[in-house]
C-alpha cells in the first residue's frame, strides 16, 4: 500500500520492552501514513529528547508522543506532568500506551492532560489493530499542531 503523506510524520515512542517496541515499529510499517519514529527506553531519555539536552540536543520535535506509564528512572506520569507544563510541548498529543488497566493510572494520566488512553492489548494481532487506530486517528483524521 502507498504512504499517502508527503511530510514524515514524526513520532516519539518512549518505551523499555524491547518487544512492544518491535512490534510497535512494524505496525507502524504497515501504515497509510509514513513515519518516522524516534525510540528513547526510559523517562531520563524522553524528557532529555524532548528538551533537546545531553545526547539529544538535535533531537526533532515530534508530531506524536506514544508514552508507557512503567518506565525506568521516571515514570511515564513524571514525564507527561513535564510535557503539559511547557509552553510549546504541550501541544503535542500524548497518548498513554500501557498494559495498565489500573483506574489509579487511567485517572492519573487524563488528570495531567494525556490525549488518549490505550491498554496494549496482549495479543500481537490486536496490539497491531490498535496502532493502526491511533495511527488512521492521531495521523489521518486529525489535524497536528506545526
Known amino acids: 500500500?502507498?504512504?499517502?503523506?508527503?511530510?514524515?510524520?514524526?513520532?516519539?515512542?518512549?518505551?523499555?520492552?524491547?518487544?512492544?517496541?518491535?512490534?510497535?515499529?512494524?505496525?507502524?510499517?504497515?501504515?497509510?501514513?509514513?513515519?518516522?519514529?524516534?525510540?528513547?527506553?526510559?523517562?531520563?531519555?524522553?524528557?532529555?529528547?524532548?528538551?533537546?539536552?545531553?545526547?539529544f540536543i538535535d533531537a526533532k520535535k515530534p508530531d506524536l508522543i506514544l508514552l508507557d506509564i512503567n518506565l525506568p528512572i521516571f515514570t511515564g506520569h513524571e514525564v507527561l506532568k513535564q510535557i503539559k507544563a511547557d509552553v510549546v510541548l504541550k501541544k503535542i498529543p500524548v497518548i498513554i500506551l500501557t498494559t495498565s488497566s489500573n483506574k489509579k493510572d487511567i485517572d492519573e494520566a487524563y488528570s495531567n492532560h494525556c490525549n488518549s488512553y490505550v491498554k496494549k492489548p496482549l495479543d500481537m494481532n490486536e496490539f497491531i489493530k490498535s496502532i493502526s487506530k491511533i495511527e488512521e486517528f492521531w495521523l489521518q483524521l486529525s489535524t497536528l499542531s506545526n
Do not use: Y
Not at 501514513?33 to 528538551?51: C, H, P, R, Y
Open 1 to 55: 500500500m502507498e504512504k499517502q503523506n508527503l511530510k514524515l510524520a514524526h513520532i516519539l515512542l518512549v518505551e523499555d520492552n524491547e518487544g512492544d517496541i518491535v512490534l510497535t515499529l512494524d505496525a507502524f510499517e504497515e501504515c497509510k501514513v509514513k513515519t518516522e519514529i524516534s525510540v528513547v527506553k526510559n523517562g531520563k531519555e524522553a524528557l532529555d529528547f524532548l528538551f533537546q539536552r545531553g545526547a
